[in-house]
């Protein structure tokens, strides 16, 4: 089985700040690692994704995020965050067989202060 | 366009009644793959189809069904509705090999009166 565990359902940063999202999975297989965003009243958007390879994931708007197997953790970073940053960030898992179902996390809404 | 559409964008329905909610998935997908978004429960997978046949159910009531058609379209019949099961229902396409690639659609947005 797996599952997501994103600390913190709610992060407000101030523009041009740095973005943390925390996301901590479980897998007792190799997983892939998805970041998906959603914004108010959209469908989900593809921001990065681990699968094999680098660990370090650069995804679109100037997102990455690094995948430590040591640590299971996948976290989502950005340098400096943007006025049109602030959406409904998930986290979620899938194991490495293909065509697996995905598993998200609760999710973490991002507020930017101006 | 993420080349995943799901019909209709909104409905609303009153409790007791059946719907139908359509998905048609990216071209050369084979999978796909339905989930249900409330407040309280937040994303839940309900199930998965690979080229007609099912794969995997996830928390899906026996009130709702799903299946896959030949030409590779999904649909998920909710029946019986209930005020709970008004959420955002997305379907995702993967294809067949190689990377995982799970695209969703826009969602149909469900609401029960």
């Known amino acids: 089985a797996q599952s997501v565990t994103q600390l913190g359902s709610h992060l407000s940063v101030s523009e041009g700040a740095l973005v943390l999202l925390r996301c901590n999975y479980s897998s007792s297989v190799p997983p892939y690692l998805f970041w998906y965003v959603q914004y108010p009243n959209q469908g989900l958007q593809l921001l990065l994704k681990y699968t094999t390879g680098a660990t370090l994931v650069k995804g679109i708007n100037g997102f990455e995020a690094e995948f430590k197997k040591s640590e299971t953790s996948f976290h989502l970073t950005k340098p400096s965050a943007h006025m049109s940053d602030a959406a409904e960030y998930f986290c979620?898992?899938?194991?490495?067989?293909?065509?697996?179902?995905?598993?998200f996390g609760t999710g973490t809404r991002l507020t930017i202060i101006p | 366009d993420s080349g995943v559409t799901q019909t209709p964008k909104h409905l609303i329905t009153a409790t007791g009644q059946r719907v139908t909610l359509r998905c048609s998935p990216r071209?050369?997908?084979?999978?796909v793959y339905w989930y249900q978004q409330s407040l309280d429960q937040g994303l839940q997978f309900l199930i998965h189809y690979y080229n007609g046949e099912e794969r995997a159910k996830g928390n899906i009531l026996e009130r709702f069904s799903a299946q896959q058609f030949p030409d590779l379209h999904s649909e998920l019949n909710l029946s019986s509705l209930e005020l709970g099961d008004s959420a955002l229902y997305f379907c995702?396409?993967?294809?067949?090999?190689?990377?995982?690639?799970?695209?969703f659609g826009s969602g149909t947005r469900l609401t029960v009166v």
């Open positions: 979620a898992v899938s194991s490495n067989f293909g065509n697996e179902k995905l598993t």
């Open positions: 071209s050369g997908d084979l999978s």
């Open positions: 995702a396409s993967s294809p067949p090999q190689g990377a995982p690639g799970y695209t």
